[in-house]
């Protein structure tokens, strides 16, 4: 079965987003899964929020490919600033508060076939990188 895929699809608001799928290249090393990446890309500029249905759209989508998948899913999340309310009591950096998002829209649904591992690497020249496995 094809393990890439790309689902599009237009929030209430009007954004545009891209979910895409794409096998990790293993550089000849077997690990006996798939391991493939998921990207989620909004298409539009200028957002101001996600509401929860655009949240538990991307948890669908998903929860969907890993239906018909035996994959881990590998998630990288962008440095891109975020806009957050400014009374919000814990400063995150912008990757981190998109992982933590990511992890908690998975822990929000009780997915009881998935195991979602956070991955926190420490990088003092560059900032921390933040990674999800399912």
Known sequence: MELEKEVSFVTEEGY?????????????VNYEI???DVSITLMNDGIENNSIKTLNKFTYII???L???NVVLYSYCDTAPIKMRTNRKIKLLPQEFRSKL?????????FENYILKEIRITDLE?????????
């Open 126 to 134: 560059r900032g921390d990188h933040f990674t999800s496995l399912i």
């Open 63 to 65: 929860d969907e490919y």
């Open 34 to 36: 798939p391991i493939v």
């Open 102 to 110: 990511f992890s908690s829209m998975f822990n929000e649904r009780n």
């Open 67 to 69: 239906k018909q998948h």
């Open 16 to 28: 545009q987003y891209l979910v895409s799928f794409i096998e990790f290249s293993s550089s000849g």
